[in-house]
Every structure is written in C-alpha cells, then in structure tokens.
C-alpha cells in the first residue's frame, strides 16, 4: 500500500508542477450535472490489526452520460480530492482540498492507453462466494509483487468499474484494469510488514442529484496528455 500511496504522491507532484501554465487546447464545462452515486469506505490497518484511518470514496454519474466523477472525503477537508472525467473533452478536472477555503484547481488532457500498454492486474480464481449487498460475488486472489490480498467480483451488475471502488480508492492508477471481467465490490491489500487494507463499497445506485460549479475558478492546466488512468 505504500507503494500505492507514493505512486498518488508522484502524480500530484506531476500535476501540481504544470498547475500554473495555460495549455492550449484544454477545454471544460463550467459546470458537471450528475443524477446517482457509489459510495465506498477504505480503512488502513497496521500490523497489529488497528484501525489507523479511514477514507470515504463516493462516484457520481450520469444514468443517460458518460462523464463522471470521484469524491475522496478526509476528515481535514484540505486533504479532499475530487476529479471530474470529461470523456466527450478528454480532460480531468481535479479539485485538490475541495469543499475548503484553499481549494486549486488543475485541468489536464488523458489519453485511452492502447491494448498492449494496459496494466491488468492478474487474478485467480477461487470456488468461495459471497453476498455483498444483495449481489452474489465471487472471490479471487492475487499477488502484485510485495503486496496480496483478494477481490470480490460480481458478474450481476453492468456497471463500468470506473463507477466503482477500483476506479475511486484509485486502484486503477496501478493496475489500469483487471485480467477478468465483472465488478469490484470489495477488495483488500497486504504487505510484507503485515499492513492491511480492506476497501468495500457501501451503497450503488443511490438517486443523488450533484453538481459540480468551475465557474470563476483560477484553473491551472496541464501541458502534456497523461494515461487516463493516471487520474
């Protein structure tokens, strides 16, 4: 999990460090209207078994679009990151420290990897199951170099995992997609020291009207297109 923790750390400092020049060609709405929401809950564990922290995850989205976006909600609010995906502009939005009074902004270009540069994560397949909010899971495995765990993946539900915990507790920032089909519901992560994480989605589908203002906002952009996954 550090190891994650630094790869996001890498990509802020990426973003942060293009925030003030104005990249030609970087469009966005002035506003992001979305009709439902995931929620989803990540806890950290050390060694021992105690709670260290947790982080709430939520996704918006649209039942009739195609863009979307994803809340990480801290305690501290500076600590809050909120992207919004533009998929008809191919552009990000992120929201660093949002809902505070030091709010930045940063608009960057993604671009759709190619099928030979995806970064799947290899799962195994187990014959355990289980009921994760009413939809029957399956239970796979996995090893990614110094870190295991297990994902549970249903087949019962359609939507992409962008919508999902792999995409919002940025799972896919590593891993881009998974080696089989079907959506995450829950996952967890262990490393050698014995640290665990365990990541699980709390609702899907909730009727939520939100919208996302970037009117007069001071919005830096990025100069080079990045990996979509990236975000």
Known sequence: MKKIVLL???????????????????????????????????????????????????????????????????????????????????VCVQVFGAGSEMSMYNAGRFKYPEEAELKKLQLTETSET????????????????????????????????????FRAAKMAALHNTLSVGGFVMEMTTEDSTGAKTLMRTVSLGNDEPYTVSFKDVKMGTAINKVNYYTF
């Open 130 to 165: 289980k009921e994760i909010l009413g939809y029957k899971c399956k239970k796979y495995t996995y090893t990614y170099k110094k870190i295991w765990g297990e994902a549970w993946l249903t087949d019962e539900i359609t939507q992409s995992n962008d919508y999902g915990l």
């Open 8 to 90: 996001l750390a890498v990509s802020l400092a990426f973003q942060f460090t293009y925030a003030q020049l104005k990249a030609p060609g970087v469009k966005w709405d002035e506003s992001y209207s979305f009709t439902k929401s995931n929620k989803f809950k990540v806890d950290f564990y050390d060694k021992k078994g105690n709670l260290m922290r947790s982080l709430d995850y939520q996704t918006h989205y649209q039942a009739d679009g195609k863009n979307f976006d994803v809340r990480m909600m801290a305690k501290n609010k500076a600590n809050n990151i909120e992207t919004v995906f533009d998929l008809t502009n191919e």
